[in-house]
């Protein structure tokens, strides 16, 4: 089974930035569809940003601008850069990544809070 473990979550002023990690076991990383979702406290889990092994990205609106996803295949790792955080950003980030033919796996997620 594939194994992904999120980092970088902390605590953070409005404007600040953080990069989460995302480390995945396995050598077919780079054939991974890969995604950033959250979760809010009472809301459901949102998608935030994907990856294609391709290079093709997509962003929710909501973090266009602000946020890049990007991947280290060497280091088997995924990054999201956020910038320009808001309050409203706060919430527990996960790592997706989905492998054709095998299927999609979850880490356990990291905590980001953006004060006022």
């Known amino acids: 089974q594939v194994q992904l473990v999120e980092s970088g979550g902390g605590l953070v002023q409005a404007g600040g930035s953080l990069r989460l990690s995302c480390a995945a076991s396995g050598s077919v990383f780079s054939r991974d569809l890969m995604g950033w979702y959250r979760q809010a406290p009472g809301k459901q889990r949102e998608l935030v940003a994907t990856?294609?092994?391709?290079?093709?990205?997509n962003y929710a609106d909501s973090v266009k601008g602000r946020f890049t996803i990007s991947r280290d295949n060497a280091k088997n790792t995924v990054y999201l850069q956020m910038n320009s955080l808001k309050p409203e950003d706060t919430a527990v980030y996960y790592c997706?990544?989905?492998?054709?033919?095998?299927?999609?796996?979850w880490g356990p997620g990291t905590q980001v809070t953006v004060s006022s």
């Open positions: 997706k990544a989905v492998r054709l033919g095998v299927g999609s796996f």
């Open positions: 990856l294609t092994s391709g290079g093709t990205t």
